[in-house]
């Protein structure tokens, strides 16, 4: 195909996907011939508008691009009837963004740029923000976890130069993007430094395929709500990229964290989960901050990480006094059942029951080593901070 033909699909399917947008409508694109050559509903591309029905009510909005003279058919909402004036306007404002960006020698560089300033903290208000996100084509509205890839061995081996280097980072984000399909569901950059980001949409509807009853449920506010759902979705990609590519891959998990300004505290996350994952329980595996044990509470600098892990690990007992105050005792009798039962003043079979629920709820085992380290330490930090 013609680099024309390529610019000029490229070009109508951002003003269609754009226009879509922001007047809350199905649109498509008709090139002079009568066929649809873009649409905010993928099903109706490369068909010939002759084919479609439902069209009835549709405005056309005509513009001129690449020497052809085409039109936007904007479909009105539920019957809405829509303004002539304001769809022009639109059509005129969306199409000088995509020119905009498509006149952009180095588009993904740039994006990358965006991202990796936006993960390290360089932030802006949040509207510039937003809106330098929209003309990069990226929707930065829904709530978001990121996905951290350590493809270093991958892009960096030996005698790998610049442009190798940008060229086996596309297929990277090539393959990401494959295997999630949907575009606007995950936005995924080359960072540097081997790592490439995925900012995964991590709302229940966006992990569905990827939720299971049993999950263990969070308020929807939490930054470890839909947790298990991210973690089945990051392990599925990342035995997809080492098949894919053929090479071994790390990944570290973060958690969602609210606001643009959470999307930093996410990647810190998963790069801390990567860092002490990788050296502590081998490479090529997915880590996350709540799988690294007794590791997370030594290896964190971060206290309020800290605090959160150590409240989500016992939040399961939250509404369990008489469970805490097991455990108390229990690690106040130095983990002896039976010095800890008499403490309690109970028969020792009902200690043990009382043992078994905790692990039940937190998955964590009070009469093990390093489970039972683990939640002494998480009961320590959690009282340090009231």
């Not at 979705?233 to 790390?250: I, R, V, Y």
């Not at 007992?317 to 002896?336: I, Q, R, V, Y």
Request: glycine letters at 8%; aromatic letters at 4%.
């Amino acid at each position: 195909m013609p680099a024309t033909d390529l610019r000029y699909e490229r070009v109508t399917q951002l003003v269609s996907d754009r226009t879509a947008e922001l007047l809350a409508a199905p649109t498509l694109v008709v090139n002079p011939e009568g066929r649809v050559v873009a649409s905010s509903r993928p099903e109706w591309c490369g068909l010939p508008l002759s084919a479609l029905e439902a069209l009835d009510g549709a405005l056309p909005i005509p513009f001129r691009f690449g020497g052809q003279e085409s039109r936007v058919l904007i479909l009105p909402a539920e019957g809405e009837p829509l303004s002539p004036r304001l769809a022009h306007g639109v059509v005129e404002l969306v199409l000088g963004q995509a020119l905009v960006v498509d006149r952009l020698p180095q588009q993904q560089e740039l994006k990358n740029t965006f991202i990796h300033d936006l993960l390290r903290g360089h932030i802006q208000d949040e509207e510039t923000l937003l809106r330098q996100a929209r003309i990069l084509g990226m929707d930065l509205g829904p709530p978001r976890a990121v996905i951290l890839i350590d493809a270093s061995a991958y892009l960096l081996g030996p005698g790998q130069d610049p442009d190798r280097i940008q060229q086996r980072a596309q297929l990277v984000v090539g393959s990401v993007v494959n295997f999630f399909r949907l575009p606007n569901d995950t936005i995924c950059a080359y960072i540097g430094e081997g790592e490439v980001a995925v900012l995964k949409a991590s709302d229940t509807r966006n992990l569905s395929l990827w939720a299971e009853d049993g999950d263990a449920e969070a308020p929807t506010s939490s930054s470890w709500a839909n947790l298990a759902a991210l973690k089945r979705a990051g392990n599925a990609l990342l035995a997809h990229l080492q098949t894919d590519l053929g090479t071994g891959l790390g990944m570290g998990i973060g958690r969602y964290h609210r606001g643009l300004d959470g999307l930093a505290r996410s990647y810190q996350d998963a790069r801390a989960a990567l860092s002490l994952g990788s050296r502590l329980s081998g490479e090529h595996r997915a880590h996350t901050l709540d799988a690294l044990g007794v590791a997370a509470f030594v290896g964190l600098a971060d206290e309020p990480t800290k605090l959160g892990l150590a409240l989500h690990l016992l939040s399961p007992l939250d509404h369990e006094p008489e469970l805490l105050d097991t455990l108390d005792a229990f690690f106040a009798a130095d983990c002896h059942p039976l010095a800890a039962a008499r403490r309690l003043d109970l028969h020792r079979n009902t200690l043990n029951y009382r043992l078994d629920k905790i692990t039940s709820l937190t998955g964590l085992n009070p009469r093990t080593f390093d489970q039972a380290v683990q939640i002494r330490l998480a009961l320590l930090i959690r009282r340090l901070h009231g």
